[in-house]
């Protein structure tokens, strides 16, 4: 699969969020999306889901050749796009067997196999994530800590194989061997026929899942990207050295207030 | 069966029912009080929302008590469970089915017939009392029509310390049309006994039929019972409830109703908490559409220490439906220690749909924790996003979502009801 993003811009609530957005994914590749609170990241990710709140006010978003943008979030989904949610919602009266064996069905409708190994391999997913398999008879994200939903993520994206993943920031709020975990997850699926997109504030994510790509995103855009070096030097400068770099003089000068 | 008689002609009904002598007293006393009362107005608080002056209640017609077809042929039998099946057919008791172990579990007449046996006749006696004390009770004229138009009732009595294995099903169904139906369920459970009692009450599709319904519960000290009353009668068809619980001494009782079917709903259902450490718990869903109404009120009335009430009450409009529940927690002085809860949610899936939210405290005690909750709205976009992100179509992820506003207290009902709720629910989400 391959996503072109081309001057993306979009909106919530009359509010100008995305302000040209350029980016190329593609599957077999894993890309590391970073920036400060509130430099659009989460938007970006709803808008390439499909999330109806958002109104794109400008450019396109393009995947093996046709835009999305008319596609509805489920027809997204059945095109092979996964959102790992930043903040997964608790679907009460939902259990996790039940939610996931439907999504399964939907996901694989052409394929025999679509239920018959269902059960054994959410079985075997959960133990790969290690997480007790009582969870199939929760109410899915109910009362889950903030590891267990991010873990459901995961197990989501192993069972529904998609062709590209957004991971909005999985690995924040995830202990040492939590993110082990979820790191593992990503690094299972890794093969030319899935690519990822992780959001993260992070270097520990990218320690144990080596991206390919890194942008930088800031007020809206992605300002620059480059090989996994451009990690070390957000690490080590911090975003002022992006705002230094790429903001408007407003910016600095707002900084230095 | 015949439907000659119009229900005007009460006294004459009254002579046609068989039964014995106590029996036509009580129906006699219920008409007595029947005839001095008006029909509930909305100048009454719980009749608010519920105005009843469109209807014609005399225009319907009663089925003649005489006419016992004997119905076996054409009961449907039920593919559940259970240890024991009571069926109702138009009013008229049409069979039983199972072993009640050594409870009783039959129909009123038949049991004062039979009327041999140490059990039978206290049974008899109990259930007597308890009639006898819902005439005296009752404070409106619908609750007194089910009295007075009552041919017979369908009695649960488990002796002290019984835990009876397996459910009991009590079947009323009806497929009159322009005709009155009052069903009656007497359960009583001895101190220490065990029940689990589902009453369904439907209809055929076609036919508008006016059940006028009741439900006396006693609960014995350290008795447990668990009551499911599903009502899925067509949807031109009335239905009114009144139901009531006297609850003793540390006993339990989980009550589940499901209002899914009918036009026009309107019930009622007290529990008298008289028993110090008693734990009730009350579940409701209901699911109005198209032009129906439905009011469900609940009581939790606490006269006695240290008792637990709770009462979960989830609803469903859409079309231009309107729903009302009304929620009271009383709490009387003698009554320290109370901790009672009420909640209602609504979800509201179109424009012109409306649930009202009535929760009331009345509480004349200190040293109570008492507190109630209610949200209405629409479903949650960001949940239906969720779904649709995992392939769920916005039809399929908004139907998962009702299912499961409800799911957690169809999953407190009897286990055999589980799918026919669901069942039931998917039909109004999609229907
Ligand atoms: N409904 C809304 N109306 C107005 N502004 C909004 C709305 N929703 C989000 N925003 C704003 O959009 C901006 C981008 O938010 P977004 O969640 O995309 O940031 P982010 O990069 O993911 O941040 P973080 O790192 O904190 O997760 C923020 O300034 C936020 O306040
Ligand atoms: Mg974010």
């Known amino acids: ?257 | 069966m015949s439907l000659q008689r119009a229900v005007a002609d009460l006294a004459a009904y009254q002579e046609s029912l068989p039964g014995p002598g106590w029996l036509g007293d009580v129906r006699r006393r219920a008409r007595d009080r029947f005839e001095r009362m008006q029909w509930p107005t909305t100048s009454e608080e719980e009749w608010r929302r519920t105005n009843l002056s469109a209807f014609e209640f005399d225009s319907y017609r009663v089925i003649d008590g005489t006419s016992s077809d004997d119905g076996s042929g054409d009961v449907q039998r039920d593919g559940g469970s259970w240890a024991r099946q009571l069926h109702y057919h138009n009013g008229v008791f049409t069979g039983s089915e199972g072993d009640a172990g050594g409870a009783i579990v039959d129909d009123l007449i038949a049991l004062a017939d039979a009327g041999s046996g140490a059990h039978c006749e206290s049974a008899v006696a109990s259930v007597r009392s308890v009639l006898e004390a819902a005439v005296d009770r009752a404070d409106n004229r619908i609750e007194l029509w089910n009295l007075a138009l009552m041919s017979s009732a369908a009695v649960v009595y488990v002796p002290r310390n019984l835990a009876m294995d397996g459910a009991v099903l009590v079947e009323v169904n009806a497929d009159a049309d322009e005709a009155v139906v009052a069903p009656q369920v007497v359960v009583i459970l001895e101190e220490g006994a065990q029940a689990d009692v589902v009453v369904r009450c439907r209809s055929s599709e076609e036919g508008e039929l006016l059940v006028a319904g009741a439900e006396q519960l006693v609960v014995g000290a350290n008795a447990r019972l668990r009551l499911t009353l599903l009502q899925r009668l067509n949807d031109d068809s009335l239905y009114f409830h009144h139901g009531h619980a006297e609850i003793g001494r540390d006993a339990v009782l989980h009550r589940s109703e499901a209002a899914l079917g009918s036009d026009f709903v309107k019930t009622r259902f007290t529990s008298d908490i008289s028993g110090a450490g008693a734990d009730v718990d009350l579940n409701g869903i209901y699911f109005a559409l198209g032009e129906q109404h439905m009011d469900l009120r609940t009581v939790q009335n606490h006269r006695a220490a240290r008792a637990t009430s709770r009462a979960y009450y989830r609803g469903a409009v859409r079309d231009e439906a309107h729903s009302i529940y009304q929620g009271l927690i009383s709490v009387a002085p003698g009554a320290p220690g109370t901790d009672a809860y009420l909640t209602n949610k609504n979800l509201i899936l179109s424009e012109a749909a409306r649930a009202d939210s009535i929760p009331s405290l009345n509480i004349r005690t200190d040293d109570v924790r008492c507190s109630h909750g209610s949200t209405t709205g629409k479903l949650d976009p960001s949940q239906v996003f969720y779904l649709q992100s995992r392939g769920y179509s916005l039809n399929e992820a908004r139907r998962l979502l009702v299912q499961g506003h409800f799911e957690d207290l169809i999953a407190q009902t009897n286990e055999s009801l589980h799918d026919e709720l669901r069942e039931l629910i998917a039909r109004r989400i999609d229907g």
């Open chain 1, 1 to 257: 699969m391959k996503i072109e993003i081309h001057g993306l811009r979009a909106s919530i609530d009359g509010q100008q969020i995305l302000n040209g957005i350029d980016l190329e994914l593609e599957s077999g590749q894993i890309h590391a999306l970073m920036g400060p609170n509130g430099s659009g990241k989460s938007t970006l990710s709803n808008v390439i889901m499909g999330h109806p709140s958002y109104q794109v006010t400008g450019g396109d978003i393009v995947v093996d050749g046709e835009s999305i943008l008319e596609m509805e979030a489920d027809e997204r989904a059945r095109l092979g796009l996964f959102l790992a949610f930043q903040y997964p919602v608790e679907i009460p009266g939902v259990t996790v067997g039940r939610f996931l064996k439907r999504a399964n069905e939907i996901r694989f409708a052409d394929k025999a196999t679509a239920t018959k190994g269902f059960v054994k391999e959410l079985r075997a997913g959960m133990d790969f994530l290690e997480m007790d398999q009582q969870f199939i008879n929760r109410y899915l994200n109910e009362g889950f800590s903030g590891g267990e939903k991010k873990r459901m993520e995961i197990l989501q994206m192993l069972l529904l194989k998609p062709s590209f993943a957004v991971m909005d920031e999985t690995d924040s709020g995830l202990d040492i061997d939590a993110l082990k975990v979820v790191a593992k997850g990503i690094n299972k699926l890794r093969d030319p026929s899935f690519g990822a997109l992780i959001i993260t504030h992070y270097q520990r994510i990218l320690d144990y899942v080596k991206p390919d790509r890194v942008h930088i995103m800031y007020k809206g855009r992605v300002v620059t990207s480059g090989d996994e070096s451009l990690v070390h030097t957000l690490e080590a400068e911090g975003y002022d050295w992006v705002r230094q770099q790429f903001g408007s003089p407003d910016d600095v000068l707002e900084e230095a207030r």
